[in-house]
């Protein structure tokens, strides 16, 4: 079965930090871009990051470039996402998506989401 | 940059229910549309303005023109009350946007 699971979510401080990370498998992992969207409670989805099937081709929304790294472990199948200096703002569900092309420049759909974890920034 | 869809879209069972996007970048870049439930994960259901993934039923379809993108769903069912997202690039086409979402009620 196709799938990603993601983890690391949970309750951080403002400025704190946290990594999440996105466990794939049912597909040959190092093939295929991945991306992070969020989605604030009640609100709607909002793209964060997306990277190449290599790894070499990164982009991040304005609102989290410079605070969050997104990575891949092709060896793992994994999909990392560092975060920090958190901020209330930032509270969401986090989704890993696996995307139907090898290659950031242009994405192409994202096809295949995990459930996602919840991420909140409070003190 | 900002994909605009109407907040909501009201049809009756059996009805053609269109939703539609609005975007500068719309004519040079491809439209995505996604349906998403209460609780659960978006599902891809409109790729490249008007392809269909497998397993989605033929009453979904797309169409694009200049800088309005259009989710056409024929003959609604009571199963397709969701929110329904499009989502594009920017003119860079590097970053991606999507519109703030359309929730679909059948009455």
């Known amino acids: 079965e196709v799938q990603v699971v993601e983890s690391g979510g949970g309750l951080v401080q403002p400025g704190g930090s946290l990594r999440l990370s996105c466990a794939a498998s049912g597909f040959t992992f190092s093939s295929y871009a991945m991306t992070w969207v969020r989605q604030a409670p009640g609100k709607g989805l909002e793209w964060v990051s997306t990277i190449s099937a290599g790894g070499a081709g990164i982009h991040y929304a304005d609102s989290v470039k410079g605070r969050f790294t997104i990575s891949r472990d092709n060896s793992k199948n994994t999909l990392y996402l560092q975060m920090k200096s958190l901020r209330a703002e930032d509270t969401a569900v986090y989704y890993c998506?696996?995307?139907?092309?090898?290659?950031?420049?242009?994405?192409?759909?994202?096809?295949?989401w995990g459930q996602g974890t919840m991420v909140t920034v409070s003190s | 940059y900002k994909l605009t869809q109407p907040p909501s879209v009201s049809v009756f069972p059996g009805q053609t229910a269109r939703i539609t996007c609005s975007g500068d970048?719309?004519?040079?870049?491809?439209a995505y549309w996604y349906q998403q439930k209460p609780g659960q994960a978006p599902v891809v259901v409109i790729y490249k303005d008007n392809e269909r993934p497998p397993g989605i039923p033929e009453r979904f379809s797309g169409s694009s023109s200049g800088t309005t993108a259009t989710l056409t769903i024929s003959g609604v069912q009571a199963e397709d009350e969701a929110d329904y997202y499009c989502q594009s690039l920017d003119s860079s086409g590097t970053h991606v946007v999507f519109g703030g979402g359309t929730k679909l009620t059948v009455l």
């Open positions: 998506a696996k995307v139907d092309s090898s290659s950031s420049d242009p994405p192409g759909a994202f096809d295949i």
């Open positions: 970048a719309l004519p040079n870049q491809y």
